[in-house]
């Protein structure tokens, strides 16, 4: 790990990073707007956290629900790092780390993310090429990939939290057969001019809608993630959707 290693306090938990302001945003988006607030009449939600990054929204959901189980799926290795470094000085229980880039098959894929050893930030790291239009000024490393369904069994899932940098279609349609299984979703969804070939917000809504789920479709700022001139050069849209599985509310 290149960069040099800082240590915020956050709700009371050691949280060890690389980016202060990377950190900040990501911790207002959780902690402020709590945008993974979800209810659940269990005392130990099964929770499957994707993009888990360095462990803030793994911290978030053992502060509501100190007996969760969470599966964490992170794509950059030196993030895994700091992702287990603040779970063990923490002691945070029931957490499983699965360092892998979440896609619809096994194997091996590119991760491309920003070149800066000084302060990195990694919340855009994408195996999707070019999504940012800056491929050409990306560092890539081959990473694991592995599927989403692979780690469900016959328990329902609580909560799933997808923050995966345009990966969500290939995800979601891999893990149709068994999106049965999940109770509630809030999938950020990541779009661009480069990449609405392979990851479009209405095919994911039909996805879901089609498979009984009830969604909402909010609007994110894009001004909090991108520059003027990104917003110009690249059309982005930055979603949240928040999908409920109308089975499980007919209980």
Same mark, same amino acid.
């Given at each position: 790990?290149?960069?040099?290693?800082?240590?915020?306090?956050?709700?009371?938990? /050691?949280?060890?990073?690389?980016?202060?302001? @990377?950190?900040?945003?990501?911790?207002?988006? +959780?902690?402020? $707007?709590?945008?993974?607030?979800? @209810?659940?009449?269990? @005392?130990? %939600?099964?929770?499957? $956290?994707?993009?888990? #990054?360095?462990? &803030?929204?793994?911290?978030?959901?053992? =502060?509501?629900? %100190?007996?969760?189980?969470? +599966?964490?799926? *992170?794509?950059?290795?030196?993030?895994?790092?700091?992702?287990?470094?603040?779970?063990?000085?923490?002691?945070?229980?029931?957490?499983?780390?699965?360092? !892998?880039?979440?896609?619809?098959?096994?194997?091996? !894929?590119? &991760?491309?993310?920003?070149?800066?050893?000084?302060?990195?930030?990694?919340?855009?790291?994408?195996?999707?090429?070019?999504?940012?239009?800056?491929?050409?000024?990306?560092?890539?490393?081959?990473?694991?990939?592995?599927? &989403?369904?692979?780690? =469900?069994?016959?328990?329902?899932?609580?909560?799933?939290?997808?923050?995966?940098?345009? !990966?969500?279609?290939?995800?979601?349609?891999?893990?149709? %057969?068994?999106? #049965?299984?999940?109770?509630?979703?809030?999938?950020?969804?990541?779009?661009?001019?480069?990449?609405?070939?392979?990851?479009? +917000?209405? /095919?994911?809504?039909?996805? &879901? *809608?089609?498979?009984?789920?009830?969604?909402?479709?909010?609007?994110?700022?894009?001004?909090?993630?991108?520059?003027?001139?990104?917003? !110009?050069?690249?059309? %982005?849209?930055?979603?949240?959707?928040?999908?409920?599985?109308?089975?499980?509310?007919?209980?």
């Amino acid at each position: 790990m290149t960069s040099s290693l800082q240590c915020e306090i956050i709700e009371g938990f /050691r949280v060890y990073h690389r980016n202060r302001e @990377e950190l900040e945003k990501i911790r207002w988006e +959780i902690f402020e $707007d709590k945008e993974y607030a979800f @209810e659940t009449d269990g @005392e130990a %939600p099964l929770i499957f $956290d994707c993009g888990a #990054h360095v462990g &803030l929204a793994v911290i978030y959901f053992n =502060i509501r629900y %100190p007996k969760s189980r969470i +599966i964490a799926f *992170e794509a950059d290795p030196e993030n895994v790092e700091l992702l287990k470094k603040n779970i063990e000085v923490n002691s945070l229980s029931d957490v499983t780390v699965v360092n !892998a880039a979440l896609w619809s098959s096994e194997g091996r !894929a590119d &991760l491309y993310s920003e070149i800066n050893d000084g302060d990195p930030w990694t919340w855009g790291n994408t195996v999707i090429h070019d999504i940012w239009g800056d491929a050409d000024g990306s560092r890539k490393r081959t990473v694991r990939t592995t599927c &989403l369904s692979r780690y =469900i069994a016959d328990e329902p899932i609580d909560f799933v939290k997808i923050d995966i940098e345009g !990966a969500e279609e290939a995800v979601i349609r891999e893990v149709q %057969p068994q999106l #049965h299984k999940i109770r509630e979703m809030l999938i950020e969804f990541h779009g661009t001019n480069t990449s609405r070939e392979v990851n479009d +917000i209405g /095919r994911i809504s039909e996805m &879901l *809608e089609r498979n009984g789920f009830e969604i909402d479709v909010i609007e994110k700022d894009l001004t909090k993630s991108f520059k003027e001139s990104s917003i !110009a050069e690249l059309d %982005p849209d930055l979603l949240l959707i928040r999908a409920s599985n109308a089975a499980f509310n007919r209980v």
